[in-house]
Every structure is written in C-alpha cells, then in structure tokens.
C-alpha cells in the first residue's frame, strides 16, 4: 500500500479512485490532483513510480488541507458552537 497524506490507499484500485480514500480529498479534486501533476488517472497505484508518489504527495501537502490537519480544524470548530 502507498501512503499519501498521513493515509494508506489500496494498491489494486485506479488512483482517481484510491486517493478519494484520503479525508478530504473527494472524486472531484482527485482528478484535479492528478491533473495537475500531468498522471494518468487510469493507473493503477501499484503502477505509480516513487516520483509520481512524490509529486502527488507533494502536491496535496503544499495545496489542501487533508486527513489529521482537516479532522483537527473540523473539531475545533465544532467545540466553538
């Protein structure tokens, strides 16, 4: 398993697909993820190479606000009401 954003994503499903495992990241900015880091939303994770990993790691820590860092603000805010 390839672990994007603090979350473990299934190596035999599409990545457009598996990246919508993360918190935060839906079908929608998946493919804008991808998009943008110029990889074949069709490609199996397993057939990712560790630079395509990087760069979608990458990508996703320096663009949204994903997983532990969302849970927590969404808390936080909860506490507020």
């Known amino acids: 398993m390839a672990r994007v954003a603090g979350a473990d994503i299934p ?9 919508t495992d ?3 990241i839906g079908r929608t900015r ?3 993820i991808l998009t943008e880091t110029k990889i074949d ?5 397993k057939d990712l190479t560790d630079d395509q990993l990087v760069a979608i790691r ?5 663009t949204y ?6 849970r927590r603000d969404i808390a936080q805010n909860l506490k507020r009401l």
Do not use: P
């Not at 190596?11 to 990246?19: F, G, M, P, S, W």
């Open 30 to 32: 998946s493919v804008q």
């Open 41 to 45: 939303k069709n490609i199996r994770v």
């Open 65 to 70: 606000k994903v997983e532990g860092d969302l």
């Open 58 to 62: 990458d990508f996703i820590e320096g």
């Open 11 to 19: 190596d035999a499903k599409r990545v457009e697909i598996a990246l």
């Open 22 to 24: 993360v918190y935060g």
